[in-house]
Every structure is written in structure tokens, then in C-alpha cells.
């Protein structure tokens, strides 16, 4: 129930790594980790979705604000390996039209 | 009557306690033969609705509680989430949820609002009752044709 982020950077790109369940009491601590990061002038930020086993719209409004910031600081922000149970949630929404979402099958896992 | 069993659950109207319920339905899913999908599914529905609740009750003041019942039938399960927390407006609550569509801008886009949506899309049947503080009522139906007669003896080998 809990929520663990890890900063994974590789050169420039900012890599967030998250890890848990993102729900009403996680997602602050989700948000505070990652809209500073787009708030950073022409950053580019990965959000490695592949250990969320939970996620609601808390969650996704935490992505939206900080969709809003990349458009702000003219930074970007890509979501990564999310299950497709999380997927599904983007898109119910229709929120997989405006974010960037890696579509990649991961392989091996 | 239709017979059914009951289970009501009261926990403190804060964000931390919204898990314990998720992990409670889970089980409660589990028991009626609910598949895996369908039990996500309750997960997130349950937790829109407490999350609603825990926000409210936070405005008003810290000490509320949210209480859950769960109807167990034999073809559905019933949950309830009720908080006594201030009423809100539900007029402009509805007018607030829906999809996202393309035709707004991101700037438009607002980070609250979809959890009443997402409710309505992933249970059966939604109710909303506004009088005295706010109260969630939805329904999710099982699914037995799909079910297998012999589900119950495969369950049971270890």
C-alpha cells in the first residue's frame, strides 16, 4: 500500500523510477517528485511505470499536472512500461491521446 | 426476500486507511468468485468513492469517518460508502465528469473530476445520494454463466 520513487537519471534524461500503489495518500509524494523535475527548462522526464501495481485517478491527476508544467517549462514527460491494467485507466479517460505513452511491449518480463 | 450477508467497516475519513479498504474488498471479491479484472475493477471504484469522501471530510474537519457496507448476494455485490462530511454540490460534480476529449487544451485539462467517472465506467449500477453528507451506492454484477460448475473443486487442490 505503500509507494517507494527512485531517481535513476541517465545524463540528461531525469528517470523516475516508481514502485508501489498510487492512490489518494501516495500521490502527493508521487507529485513532489515529479513536477519539479518538468519545472526544469527543456528537461526530459521518464516515468518508469513497471512496478505500479495500483493506480486511480489520483494518480492521473498528478501526471496531468505535471503534463501542464512540461508545457510550461517547455520540458517533456514520458510514461513507460505501465501494465496494461494502469493502461487501461489513460484510456477509459482518454488521456492516452495527449500523453506521451511508450506503447513498447518490454520484453523477457 | 432475497437473502444476502452484510459486512460494515468504519475507518478514520484519512487518505492512509483507503488501502486497508482496497485490501478488504479484495477479499470480499475473492470470496463471491469475482475474476481478476472484476476485483481490480471494485478496487478502483471503491477507492474513488472513499477518496471523495477522505478529501471532504478533510475540509470540514480532520476526526469524520467513512463507513462501508458491503451487500454479499448471489448474484451481485452491493457496496456503500458514506461519509458525513459536509454535502457537496452534486449538480456541479456531474457537469465536471466525463472523458477527456481532444477538442480542449491541456490548460483546460483538470486534475481532479475523474473519479466519479471512472466509477460509473467500471461498476454496473452507480446511485449517488446528497442529503446528508454524501453516499455512494453501486453494484457489480457477477458473471456465473461464465463461471465453471467445477471452479469450486479446482479452487481447493492445493
Redesign the interface.
Given at each position: 500500500m505503500n509507494l517507494e520513487i527512485e531517481r535513476l537519471d541517465n545524463g540528461e534524461t531525469k528517470i523516475l523510477k516508481v514502485n508501489g500503489e498510487v492512490d489518494v495518500y501516495t500521490a502527493p509524494q508521487l507529485k513532489e517528485a515529479l513536477v519539479p523535475l518538468t519545472k526544469q527548462e527543456g528537461a526530459k522526464v521518464i516515468v518508469d511505470l513497471e512496478n505500479v501495481t495500483y493506480m486511480d485517478s489520483t494518480g492521473l491527476g498528478v501526471f496531468i499536472g505535471a503534463l501542464k508544467s512540461t508545457k510550461e517549462y517547455n520540458s517533456e514527460m514520458r510514461l513507460v512500461s505501465m501494465h496494461d491494467r494502469v493502461r487501461r485507466l489513460f484510456e477509459i479517460t482518454g488521456l492516452d491521446s495527449i500523453m506521451n505513452i511508450d506503447t513498447t511491449v518490454r520484453g523477457g518480463k | 426476500m432475497e437473502s444476502f450477508d452484510f459486512i460494515e467497516m468504519k475507518v478514520p475519513a484519512k487518505?492512509?486507511y483507503?488501502?486497508?479498504v482496497?485490501?478488504s474488498i479484495s477479499g470480499i471479491a475473492s470470496r463471491m468468485g469475482f475474476s481478476y479484472e472484476e476485483i481490480?475493477d471494485l478496487?478502483?471504484a471503491i477507492?474513488?468513492a472513499?477518496?471523495n469522501a477522505?478529501?471532504h471530510a478533510y475540509d470540514e474537519k480532520d476526526d469524520g469517518e467513512i463507513t462501508i457496507g458491503f451487500g454479499l448476494y448471489a448474484n451481485r455485490l452491493e457496496i456503500m460508502v458514506a461519509d458525513r462530511g459536509g454535502s457537496f454540490d452534486l449538480e456541479e460534480v456531474k457537469a465536471e465528469i466525463g472523458?477527456?476529449?481532444?477538442k480542449h487544451s491541456?490548460?483546460e485539462?483538470?486534475?481532479?473530476g475523474?473519479?466519479l467517472?471512472?466509477i460509473e465506467?467500471l461498476m454496473d449500477k452507480v446511485e449517488i445520494k446528497n442529503d446528508y453528507g454524501v453516499i455512494v451506492l453501486m453494484t457489480k454484477y457477477l458473471h456465473e454463466n461464465e463461471v465453471d460448475i467445477n471452479d469450486d473443486q479446482i479452487s481447493t487442490t492445493p
Amino acid at each position: 500500500m505503500n509507494l517507494e520513487i527512485e531517481r535513476l537519471d541517465n545524463g540528461e534524461t531525469k528517470i523516475l523510477k516508481v514502485n508501489g500503489e498510487v492512490d489518494v495518500y501516495t500521490a502527493p509524494q508521487l507529485k513532489e517528485a515529479l513536477v519539479p523535475l518538468t519545472k526544469q527548462e527543456g528537461a526530459k522526464v521518464i516515468v518508469d511505470l513497471e512496478n505500479v501495481t495500483y493506480m486511480d485517478s489520483t494518480g492521473l491527476g498528478v501526471f496531468i499536472g505535471a503534463l501542464k508544467s512540461t508545457k510550461e517549462y517547455n520540458s517533456e514527460m514520458r510514461l513507460v512500461s505501465m501494465h496494461d491494467r494502469v493502461r487501461r485507466l489513460f484510456e477509459i479517460t482518454g488521456l492516452d491521446s495527449i500523453m506521451n505513452i511508450d506503447t513498447t511491449v518490454r520484453g523477457g518480463k | 426476500m432475497e437473502s444476502f450477508d452484510f459486512i460494515e467497516m468504519k475507518v478514520p475519513a484519512k487518505p492512509e486507511y483507503v488501502g486497508v479498504v482496497r485490501l478488504s474488498i479484495s477479499g470480499i471479491a475473492s470470496r463471491m468468485g469475482f475474476s481478476y479484472e472484476e476485483i481490480e475493477d471494485l478496487k478502483i471504484a471503491i477507492s474513488e468513492a472513499m477518496s471523495n469522501a477522505t478529501t471532504h471530510a478533510y475540509d470540514e474537519k480532520d476526526d469524520g469517518e467513512i463507513t462501508i457496507g458491503f451487500g454479499l448476494y448471489a448474484n451481485r455485490l452491493e457496496i456503500m460508502v458514506a461519509d458525513r462530511g459536509g454535502s457537496f454540490d452534486l449538480e456541479e460534480v456531474k457537469a465536471e465528469i466525463g472523458p477527456y476529449e481532444n477538442k480542449h487544451s491541456v490548460e483546460e485539462l483538470r486534475e481532479g473530476g475523474f473519479g466519479l467517472f471512472l466509477i460509473e465506467a467500471l461498476m454496473d449500477k452507480v446511485e449517488i445520494k446528497n442529503d446528508y453528507g454524501v453516499i455512494v451506492l453501486m453494484t457489480k454484477y457477477l458473471h456465473e454463466n461464465e463461471v465453471d460448475i467445477n471452479d469450486d473443486q479446482i479452487s481447493t487442490t492445493p
